[in-house]
C-alpha cells in the first residue's frame, strides 16, 4: 500500500528552482510531522526540513534561505520549494514523517543540478 508518492524533480541548471510534491494518506498527514529527506550518491539520507501540524518549520543549514516547505492540509500534502538550486543539491529527495519511519520510505523523487 503506497503512502507516500514523490514528485516535481528534474535536472536543472545551477541556479535554477523546483518544486517537489508529496501526496500523503490522510493518515499520516494528519497524525505526524512531514519531513523532507535527501540522499546523494555515495552519502547517508539526511533531513532537509520538516514542518509540524501547526506549520512550524525547520531548516537544516543547507537549506535556510533557499528551500521553503510547505503544506496544504486539504490535500494531505507536503511541498518544498527549492531556489538557488547548487550542483552539490543533486540527491534523491524523500517525503516522510518526521521523525522519520522506516516503513514510510518511499521512491523519491530525482533532483540533478547540472549545466
Known amino acids: 500500500q503506497v503512502q507516500l508518492v514523490e514528485s516535481g524533480g528534474g535536472l536543472v541548471q545551477p541556479g535554477g528552482s523546483l518544486r517537489l510534491s508529496c501526496a500523503a494518506s490522510?493518515?499520516?498527514?494528519?497524525?505526524?510531522?512531514m519531513g523532507w529527506y535527501r540522499q546523494a550518491p555515495g552519502k547517508q539520507r539526511e533531513l532537509v526540513a520538516f514542518i509540524s501540524s501547526s506549520g512550524s518549520t525547520y531548516y537544516v543549514d543547507f537549506a535556510k534561505g533557499r528551500f521553503t516547505i510547505s503544506r496544504d492540509n486539504a490535500k494531505n500534502s507536503v511541498y518544498l520549494q527549492m531556489n538557488s538550486l547548487k550542483p552539490e543539491d543533486t540527491a534523491v529527495y524523500y517525503c516522510?514523517?518526521?521523525?522519520?519511519?522506516?516503513?514510510?520510505w518511499g521512491q523519491g523523487t530525482q533532483v540533478t543540478v547540472n549545466s
Open positions: 516522510n514523517s518526521y521523525p522519520a519511519q522506516a516503513k514510510y
Open positions: 490522510r493518515s499520516i498527514f494528519r497524525t505526524y510531522s
